[in-house]
């Protein structure tokens, strides 16, 4: 349970990391050329979520003045990660702040028989903590190097975020 809640919480922060903002750009920003946002693992850098909790195919985001995202993947995904199969709807959605994502939705790791929704994933002292409602487990930060990769062909678990 704790590596399926370690990698649903590293994909949504990825996820939270990859929104870019939605306000438009000021008169002397327009005046100093076309705006270029963050990559996805640019923002995630940014705040300081690592790149591993989202899957390459999340690409597009809209990130709000009020820290609010969605993301966007390419497709619904399901991943494994430590052991754990993690679901990756095809919009993830929640709050993004300084080393965590909040009120996360779109993002379920497989814990035992049953698809549980990831709530949260915070960054700090070199451990990455993922929430499963009221359940926490933390993870060495050092285990989140490298973006889990889509499992051809698997089926992509419900998610309140998919249409």
């Known amino acids: 349970m ?24 000021s008169a002397a920003e327009s005046a100093a050329g076309p705006y270029d946002p963050p990559t996805v693992p640019e923002l995630m850098d940014r705040f300081g979520l690592p790149r591993a909790l989202l899957p390459a195919t999340a690409r597009r985001y809209l990130l709000h003045d009020d820290g609010s995202f969605q993301l966007f993947l390419d497709g619904g995904c399901v991943a494994e990660a430590g052991g754990y199969r993690v679901g990756y709807g095809v919009k993830l959605s929640g709050a993004v702040a300084p080393g965590r994502a909040t009120g996360l939705e779109g993002v379920r790791v497989r814990v035992l028989f049953a698809w549980v929704p990831v709530t949260a994933v915070e960054v700090a002292g070199g451990e990455v903590t993922v929430s499963l409602g009221p359940i926490k487990k933390s993870f060495p930060a050092a285990g989140f190097k490298s973006s889990p990769r889509c499992i051809a062909g698997a089926a992509t678990p419900a998610t309140a975020t998919d249409g």
């Not at 990859?18 to 306000?23: D, E, R, S």
């Open 2 to 25: 704790a590596a399926a809640a370690a990698v649903a919480a590293s994909t949504f922060l990825l996820i939270a990391a990859l929104v870019v903002p939605t306000a438009s750009a």
